[in-house]
């Protein structure tokens, strides 16, 4: 019976191989769309899974106390916690500081850069790692030690070579021994790294490290399978109160299940992360999938006519309702199966481009047996979804009615086709809405005045020789005429760098809380970063050098007694800062919102960063190779890397540029599924009111009337849906937007143009059909009467 069953379907298909097609083009773009999606979605939470440990691992941020609010802080812990909670609190098996920086290995003709952590040995257990050489037992045996991921060593030594014991010489000036080679870690960890080493090679000349008054370390810990957490939480709460004999910082265990999804936090409770974008996401692939489906119900139940006599005369022969739902669901299946089989290829021809989209590197992997059931499942849901409605509707007909022409007067199909193109389009509107204020968002912050120049400012890491021969960097980089300026920072200039607090100055309330970011610099920092001097003067090397002289931000400026600010004094604990000068705010950390108070200070010797600006008008080309051969001369045993700013302020905007990029595309695809379904309607109208065509062409009636005739019932429910996506649109983008404290406010000419590109679109696609039947010869309509 089955076998007659599809035998039936498939023919039926065929003899309507015009409206069949439009469906399975709907169904193929809407599971295509889905199977890109759901492939994001699995990939963004499948974040650290690979790490066995992962629902015992948890990472531990501090909630600071700052003007009466908390804010949580990650990289903020004391070194001496991580020991402290594991000997204190039962329930926690491991902890390790950790501290991430950049080296360079060298050995022989071979360098690289690559980015590692300085660990306690709990660290290399937690994070299960894999070895391929040595083992974890004895990696941190020696102080001496590092262990390496494959990458490294391959590219150091070569492919297939043993590296244990071997010796590598890491930034010029220090000698490891490689006790342990790790397999790489996959792309989706929140904490990649590279290399490993003990955590007692650094602390040794840093007795500062000691303290709980210093918070600078990441630090994790490993709870045992049975702890509560709850219990373990509560006490990890208590412990820096306990141990600093105050309450303004207090530590708490962050899950390694949340780090990636769920790491946005709000007066120190956790407010959402990423997760709120996969939600979104998933939901977005639910709609457009539904979209599809609507698709084909709608141009199914349009053709209800056309089927009634077949349906009216199967009854007559005996076949039961259940029978002709049967077929009817057969035809739903074989429809979205061969949907499916299109989409596959679909998958194939634009994963690579949707992977540059996304900036990442996802991989179908058709036969997972996962992957498999996924798009299986998928494509019974939109055979069951699309096919119930149309089989239900058509399998109802009373052979009595269709014999007596009576059928066009019972039932509200009609009314359901409408509803579903007014669905339609109510999703596409809100899709164009929804893309252009993203679009104007994000630009919006870009165009923000940031207090310095992005332009022309290029980043390099002042790792080797560069501040030591910082002062003939400068001057042959200046010689050569393409450099404007150079200069040293302790931080960078995007980032929020190195907070304090504990300041106290005359005028202020309350001042000791007060969050303030240190910036020690370069006297020629200003001028690099292009950041105005609104009050006083810069830093003059004669002069500041043995002074404690700073420059702060007008922010800070306003704390202070009404007037000038030049002149007054900040003091901390035995130290006491003049200001001389005063800067124009600038933007860095939140791009959204408003940035500390700084303090500069005049002193380079512990920078990290060297920034360059090249003069207007230089070839970049040319300007980084002048840098190049600098840097080779002053600097040889490093590598020359670098950064534009503008770039990397660029890359802030990630997951804001990721939305706008798929919202322009589920614009698209829900738009073009759409008119894929009105296409057809109007096709079919077109062809049941051809003898009216005819007749009024006969009459007398011009082209532009009849097209005027057929377009206005699909023009009012674009109206209509337009009315519904209006408000739908400005509440979903107004939620969107409150989550940002820099942003636009939503203007009504962005609903009038999403109105009329709408319009447009339906208008355009409506009117091919209109002109064909307009234009078409009354003689052949009005032949069979």
């Not at 098996?93 to 950049?102: L, M, P, Q, Y």
């Not at 076949?319 to 499916?340: R, V």
């Amino acid at each position: 019976m089955l076998k007659n069953y599809l035998k039936i379907a498939w023919r039926t298909l065929w003899r309507n191989k015009g409206y069949s097609t439009l469906n399975i083009f709907g169904l193929a773009i809407g599971i295509t769309c889905a199977s890109l999606i759901l492939l994001w979605v699995e990939d963004e939470l499948s974040f650290d899974s690979n790490f066995e440990k992962q629902d015992q691992v948890y990472y531990v941020p501090t909630n600071q106390l700052f003007e009466g609010e908390w804010r949580t802080v990650f990289q903020s812990t004391p070194g001496p916690l991580a020991k402290a909670m594991k000997d204190e609190i039962p329930g926690i098996v491991g902890s390790s500081r950790t501290i991430g920086e950049d080296l360079l290995f060298e050995y022989g003709e071979h360098s690289i850069n690559k980015y590692g952590r300085f660990a306690d040995p709990d660290f290399l257990n937690m994070f299960s790692l894999n070895f391929t050489e040595g083992n974890l037992e004895s990696a941190f045996n020696e102080p001496e030690g590092i262990v390496i991921s494959q990458e490294t060593a391959t590219h150091l030594y070569g492919e297939g070579t043993s590296v244990l014991g071997k010796g590598v010489r890491v930034n010029n000036d220090t000698n490891f021994i490689i006790t342990g080679v790790f397999e790489d870690l996959p792309a989706n960890v929140s904490y990649g790294f590279d290399w490993v080493a003990p955590f007692e090679r650094i602390e040794a000349d840093r007795p500062w490290m000691l303290e709980y008054g210093n918070f600078f370390s990441d630090t994790f810990v490993e709870l045992s399978p049975e702890a509560d957490f709850e219990v373990v939480d509560a006490k990890v709460r208590e412990i820096l109160p306990a141990k600093r004999g105050d309450e303004d910082a207090v530590a708490f265990l962050h899950s390694m299940n949340d780090w990636y999804l769920r790491s946005d936090f709000e007066g120190g409770k956790k407010v959402g992360g990423q997760i709120t974008y996969v939600r979104l996401f998933a939901l977005i692939a639910i709609i457009i999938l539904l979209i599809a489906c609507v698709n084909f119900m709608n141009l199914s139940t349009a053709r209800s006519e056309k089927r009634a006599n077949e349906v009216g005369v199967r009854k007559v022969l005996g076949s039961g309702k259940g029978t002709l739902i049967s077929q009817f669901m057969a035809e739903a299946l074989i429809t979205a199966l061969i949907a499916a089989v299109l989409s596959v290829l679909l998958l194939v021809v634009l994963l690579p481009q949707f992977n540059v989209l996304i900036e990442k590197q996802l991989e179908l992997r058709l036969f997972d047996a996962s992957h498999m059931l996924s798009i299986f499942g998928i494509t019974l849901i939109c055979g069951l979804l699309a096919g119930w409605y149309p089989a239900f509707y058509l399998s109802s007909f009373k052979p009595v009615d269709v014999m007596k022409g009576t059928l066009g007067k019972q039932g509200s199909a009609a009314m359901i086709r409408k509803g579903l193109v007014i669905a339609q389009f109510t999703v596409s509107i809100v899709f164009i809405i929804s893309t252009i204020i993203v679009y104007q968002q994000v630009n919006h912050v870009k165009s923000r005045d940031l207090g310095f120049e992005k332009e022309n400012l290029i980043k390099l890491p002042a790792n080797g020789d560069i501040i030591k021969n910082f002062d003939p960097i400068q001057q042959d980089m200046i010689a050569s005429g393409m450099i404007e300026n150079i200069g040293l920072n302790n931080s960078e200039v995007l980032s929020g760098g190195n907070n304090s607090w504990g300041f106290e100055w005359k005028g202020g309330t309350d001042t000791e809380d007060i969050v303030i970011s240190m910036r020690y610099i370069s006297s020629g920092f200003f001028e690099t970063a292009g950041m105005d001097i609104i009050e006083g003067r810069g830093f003059s090397d004669d002069i500041d050098n043995a002074n404690n002289n700073v420059l702060i931000t007008e922010t800070f400026a306003k704390l202070m007694d009404k007037g000038s600010a030049l002149g007054k004094t900040v003091r901390r604990d035995d130290e006491s800062y003049t200001v001389i000068g005063v800067v124009k705010d600038y933007l860095y950390g939140d791009m959204y919102g408003s940035s500390d108070p700084v303090m500069f200070f005049n002193y380079h010797g512990d920078a990290q960063f060297l920034y360059v600006r090249t003069k207007p008008g230089s070839g970049v080309k040319e300007a980084l190779s002048t840098m190049e051969s600098v840097m080779k001369k002053h600097n040889p045993a490093f590598p020359f890397e670098y950064e534009f700013v503008d770039d990397a302020f660029n890359a802030r905007f990630k997951s804001e540029r990721l939305i706008e990029n798929l919202s322009k595309i589920f614009a698209l695809i829900a738009i073009i599924i759409s008119c894929l379904g009105l296409f057809g309607l109007a096709a079919y109208t077109a062809e049941q009111r051809k003898k009216e065509i005819g007749v009024r062409k006969v009459l007398g009636s011009s082209v532009s009337g009849i097209v005027q005739l057929l377009s206005k019932d699909f023009m009012r429910l674009v109206l209509v849906a337009l009315l519904i996506a209006g408000p739908l649109a400005w509440w979903g983008m107004q939620n969107w937007l409150e989550s940002f404290a820099y942003r636009i406010e939503i203007n009504l000419l962005v609903f009038v143009i999403s109105g009329v590109v709408a319009i447009c679109i339906a208008l355009l696609t409506v009117s091919f059909q209109a002109v064909k039947a307009a234009i078409a010869n009354p003689v052949k309509s009005l032949r069979t009467e």
